[in-house]
């Protein structure tokens, strides 16, 4: 019988046209829910420290600051500019950097000078709010000893100096 039944010629023509051929798939709202699902949210907003104690010198400032969040960061963004008590304070340069840790030391400053710092954090779906800004203040320069003007007795000395600073030093500690 398998036989019989295999030398018969079978016609495979169908009643009806499938509907699949002629359909396009949209995938655009599939591929809009997986982009959903697989993107991270851009990261909160950084908290700026106040300045620490021994973080500055005369010509540099360790900044540091924090993120309170479980974000991911590819690395920050820290800006910061002189301050300035002139109306024209918006003309100051700014200068941005970028970070990968929490801390940054700018060098190239100028001593006994108010510098403003805001920093932002990056990731691939954006950036951050800055953070609050912190004013963060550059060690006064060494004074001048005039050595000219030195007088000394047996129970006394007279010492002069001069400073260099453009911004006035609200005091000196003198060392014997």
């Known amino acids: 019988r398998l036989e019989e039944f295999l030398k018969k010629e079978v016609d495979l023509e169908l009643s009806t046209l499938p509907d ?3 359909r396009v798939i949209d995938f ?14 851009a990261p909160c907003a950084p908290v700026i420290n106040p300045q620490a104690p021994n973080a500055a ?7 540091c600051w924090g993120l309170f969040s479980d974000d991911t ?25 970028k970070v990968k840790e929490t ?6 400053l100028l001593p006994n000078t108010q510098y403003e710092f805001w920093v932002s954090a990056l990731n691939a779906s954006g950036i951050s709010p800055p953070s609050e ?6 060690a006064p320069s060494p004074p ?3 050595s000219k003007k030195i007088r000394s007795c047996e129970n006394a000395a007279l010492v002069c100096w001069e400073s260099s600073d453009i911004n006035p030093v609200d005091s000196y500690m003198v060392e014997l």
């Open 73 to 97: 960061v590819e690395c920050y963004q820290l800006c910061y500019k002189p301050v300035s008590n002139e109306r024209h304070s918006d003309e100051q340069a700014e200068h941005t950097l």
């Open 28 to 41: 655009s709202e599939v591929e809009q829910l997986m982009n959903s699902i697989n993107t991270i949210p």
């Open 20 to 22: 699949f051929e002629e």
């Open 133 to 138: 800004r912190a004013v963060y203040v550059t």
């Open 103 to 108: 801390y940054c030391t700018i060098t190239n």
């Open 57 to 63: 010198t005369g010509t540099s400032l360790r900044v």
């Open 144 to 146: 001048t000893i005039k």
